[in-house]
């Protein structure tokens, strides 16, 4: 069973950036496609940005397409979510998983999250 940390989260005006971070053990993690998804309150939690397992796939919702970017490293068992020009509907819960890349099923149960704030 794979265990996911992420942080990095906090409070930031429109228009800021936020790097989050997620630290996962207990798996090979080179061998997974990892992803990152987001719950807001009242909704369910979605998809936000996957990545192959190599990175050289990267995929993203179109609500954060131009604005994320999706990367990994391999060597220290993390990922990250680098988000640009953040919204006030980007206010949610974040959380990381590692994935089946087709349909980008969880194939852990979810961490503990990090929160993200965007004011107006």
């Known amino acids: 069973q794979v265990q996911v940390l992420e942080s990095g989260g906090g409070l930031v005006q429109a228009g800021g950036s936020l790097r989050l971070s997620c630290a996962a053990s207990?798996?090979?993690?080179?061998?997974?496609?990892m992803g990152w998804f987001r719950q807001a309150p009242g909704r369910e939690r979605e998809f936000v940005a996957a990545i192959s397992s190599s990175g050289s796939r990267r995929d993203y919702a179109e609500s954060v397409k131009g604005r994320f970017t999706i990367s990994r490293d391999n060597a220290k068992n993390t990922m990250a979510l680098q988000m640009n020009s953040l919204k006030p509907e980007d206010t949610a819960v974040y959380y990381c998983?590692?994935?089946?890349?087709?349909?980008?099923?969880?194939?852990?149960?979810w961490g503990q999250g990090t929160q993200v704030t965007v004011s107006s």
């Open positions: 998983a590692p994935i089946r890349l087709g349909d980008y099923a969880p194939l852990s149960s």
């Open positions: 207990g798996r090979t993690f080179s061998s997974d496609a």
